[in-house]
């Protein structure tokens, strides 16, 4: 059986692909990307219309919940799959189950229906993510791939701009549904770009295995923290015993799926990956970073409304620096690693200067003028940027193509539960020193005077970097591929 996938794969790599072709498969994966990024953000602006037409408003928050669960969660297996089971086939599906929920989105009846077509999106939504970035790692080598994480970091900035737009536009003007009714055409158009040429990628993995028992224990476990992570001093007190339940439920899961992956004869995560010091530390890194940052993105447009005196609506223009800041530094490094042995200096240095920025945010919280806070947002917004493609390419570079796909799996995991932990860590803060929240970055009714908890969050946050910081400082540095070792390492 080993035998005739070599066969297969090495006749599959024979036939090059086009740089016409390339563009192509990056085009449409990341139009993909593009679908799943704005779901994340397209459906908040549209939430109390959407409670109006379906009822039950109390369960509203779990739209977003059931989202973040499962791409969250799946993300992983859909790197391993990938590896197993091929690029196209494996991007195919992550789309076609993205679709289906948005359909079922779409034609919710009742909010029930809606949580379960959103559950159901993410679990697509979250292998696209995943996929982007394990495809475009195929087809460019490593020393030329930071440039594409730009590319990325763009995708996000215009989901992060285009989705409260359109969320607010079909729902104030239109129908609620075409948040969802959208995604059909565009998912059907990016398969179509992607269709042929992605024919051409070969099978990278020589076994064709998935470990279903450990898929399961990471889901559950996955699920069960983003839960306690979730509803920790929103819907329950944090020290609760729904809270400690849910943790406490959750750390046997995480053990099991540790002891899983120890005797499971090919683990979903291979032990190599795990224990590669660059995997390690690069994905210890982005986790952090993105703490640090999402934690930030959410509490910082409270603190513009309750101490810079700005209205809901002008402190989300107001972030915008912060976000143009973070794809410019992106940009910055991604177009700069090609000069560098030492690459990951370009992202320490970065950190650095946002730790700087944010330490002064919180020197001058009380007394900044818009302009002061406008400034330093978007310098730590530059600075972190730096990151992004310094992390991804070492992490892809780090390992052979037999594993690019769970590699890249961990990076997203990572990710996306930095961000999951960074909003709960920061809003823990927030209620320690007082600050009254009605929710997740919403501030409660009456006024708020003391700038104290915002100038914890944002030491909280600096002290976050600096831990991102030592993780980057203690990652080794492998020499980037290039073109020549990277078709070798295509061919093996």
Known sequence: MDQAVDKQTMVETATPLSETEKNAII??????????????????????????????????????????????????????????????????????????????????????????????????????????????????????RARYAAWISGTWAVASIAGPLLGGTFAEHLHWSLIFWINIPLGLLAMAIINNPLKKLPIAAKQHRIDALGALLLVVATALLLLALNWGGSEYPWLSREILGLLAVSVVFWVAFALRLLRAAEPLISLEVLSNPIVLAGTSSMFLLQAANIGLAVYLPVYLQSIVGLSVSESGLAMLGLLLGTVAGATFSGRTIPRFVHYKRIAMVGVFFSILCLGLLALVAGHASLLVVEILTICIGLGSGTTFPVATVSVQNAVDRAHLGVATGVLTFLRSLGSALGV?????????????????????????????????????????????????????????????????????
């Open 27 to 144: 085009a449409g994966v990341l139009l993909s990307m593009l679908l799943a990024a704005l779901d994340q953000t397209i459906v908040a602006p549209a939430m109390p219309t959407i409670g109006h037409a379906l009822g039950h408003a109390q369960y509203l928050p779990w739209i977003v919940t059931g989202y973040l669960l499962t791409a969250t969660a799946m993300a992983p297996l859909y790197g391993k799959i990938s590896d197993v089971y091929g690029r196209r086939p494996t991007v195919y599906a992550a789309i076609l189950i993205f679709l289906l929920g948005s359909l079922v989105s779409a034609m919710a009846p009742n909010m029930f229906v809606l949580i379960v077509g959103r559950a159901i999106q993410g679990a697509g939504g979250g292998g696209l993510f995943t996929l982007t970035q394990t495809v475009i790692g195929d087809l460019v080598p490593p020393r030329e």
């Open 424 to 492: 709960a860590m920061l809003g823990a803060v927030a209620l320690g020193y007082g600050l009254p929240l009605a929710g997740e970055g919403t501030l409660a009714v009456g006024q708020v005077i003391s700038v104290v908890p915002f100038v914890m969050i944002f030491l909280v946050a600096a002290a976050t970097l600096l831990l991102a910081l030592i993780t980057l400082g203690l990652m080794p540095e492998k020499p980037l591929r290039g073109q020549a070792d990277h078709a070798t390492v295509m061919a093996e």
